[in-house]
């Protein structure tokens, strides 16, 4: 099994290196959301992979600290948005819905929630999540809990040693100020929504849920 196409074999110590260091970063990072929120839902999901596959996981782990992703369901309270301009009509006054952020990514076709990225040197993953979340949407916000975190252990399906964890994390956070400003090297777009439109990534289908039956 190679890492590329010019790389060397992957060893079992290179195998069991990434699986310490990946499974390092992981506690690390529930540790500190634990320390930090009164609730933090973990799930775990283990995943046998073919010989190739495993490979394109390793490379993506292997020499990156990769852990995983922390992405944010922001929500704004409806009655707040600003009034309404003359070019609009009065009975759109009453929609004082709450509402979603979600961003549609350069290539992508399906609504997402904001975040993700690679975090700077000693910054926590809410703050990772929230820098991301203006760079790409000019939208400040505040984290106020975990919805989900999905802890992904990934073996290979032979008698090779070694692993590889990775998070995805949900954060939940309102509104704090800011208007939409897309950053059109990373987005398509992005929109306050009331309703889920009808293309989702699956997490961003699951918060939008749970939202919605809260109320």
Aim: with cysteine.
């Amino acid at each position: 099994m190679t890492d590329d196409a010019d790389g060397p074999e992957t060893g079992a110590g290179d195998a069991n290196l990434t699986e310490k260091i990946n499974q390092t970063n992981v506690d690390e990072r529930i540790s500190s959301l634990e320390a930090a929120y009164d609730e933090v839902p973990v799930t775990e999901e283990t995943f046998e992979l073919s010989p190739d596959e495993y490979a394109d996981v390793f490379a993506a782990t292997r020499g990156t600290g990769y852990s995983g992703n922390s992405v944010v369901f922001v929500t704004r309270d409806g009655s707040e948005f600003p009034e309404l301009s003359d070019q609009i009509p009065e009975q759109a006054a009453g929609d004082t819905r709450d509402r979603v952020l979600l961003v549609l990514g350069r290539g992508a076709d399906m609504w997402a929630l904001p975040g993700g990225g690679k975090g700077d040197e000693y910054e926590s993953v809410q703050g990772t999540a929230v820098r991301r979340v203006n760079e790409q949407t000019g939208i400040r916000c505040t984290v106020t809990g975990v919805a989900e975190v999905v802890h992904s252990k990934y073996y290979p399906d032979t008698d090779a040693q070694g692993s590889v964890h990775t998070l995805d994390i949900f954060l939940e956070a309102e509104y704090k100020k800011g208007s939409l400003d897309v950053d059109e090297s990373e987005l398509v777009g992005a929109a306050w929504f009331a309703e889920p439109p009808e293309r989702l990534t699956p997490g961003a289908e699951d918060r939008f849920a749970a939202f919605l039956g809260d109320k």
